[in-house]
């Protein structure tokens, strides 16, 4: 399985970004996508999931409002659209697949998720 994210890049405070995240290999009956950063000295830290057929959505309550998962299923790739973007968010974004889960709880742990793409920088400058 091999999973290509990109749309990275430097941006300004309040600006917008839109992250891709490509999934290919292998095929699935279901499954969830998610995105997780890891910042400057910071741990990686669980961003937002989407089951990949039910199109049910998770975010961590600090991303609610200003990060938008999606999925387009024919093109099997899933976006992560982030507006009013703060230096804070400058990281490291990563995508990952693992078997499916419907609880909040299991969906943000890295543990989940068995493939993981090799990450796109997001810069938040101020």
């Known amino acids: 399985v091999q999973l290509q994210a990109s749309g990275g890049g430097l941006v300004q405070a309040g600006g917008s970004l839109r992250l891709s995240c490509a999934v290919s290999?292998?095929?699935?009956?279901?499954?969830?996508m998610g995105w997780f950063r890891q910042a400057p000295g910071k741990e990686r830290e669980f961003v937002a999931a989407?089951?990949?057929?039910?199109?049910?959505?998770h975010y961590a309550d600090s991303m609610k409002g200003r990060f938008t998962i999606s999925r387009d299923y024919a093109k099997n790739t899933a976006y992560l659209q982030m507006n009013s973007l703060k230096p804070e968010d400058t990281a490291v974004y990563c995508c990952?697949?693992?078997?499916?889960?419907?609880?909040?709880?299991?969906?943000?742990?890295?543990?989940?998720?068995?493939?993981w793409g090799q990450g796109t920088l997001v810069t938040v400058s101020s």
């Open positions: 990952a697949v693992g078997r499916y889960y419907s609880d909040s709880h299991s969906v943000s742990l890295q543990g989940s998720y068995d493939y």
């Open positions: 290999g292998r095929s699935f009956a279901n499954y969830n």
């Open positions: 989407i089951s990949w057929t039910t199109g049910h959505i």
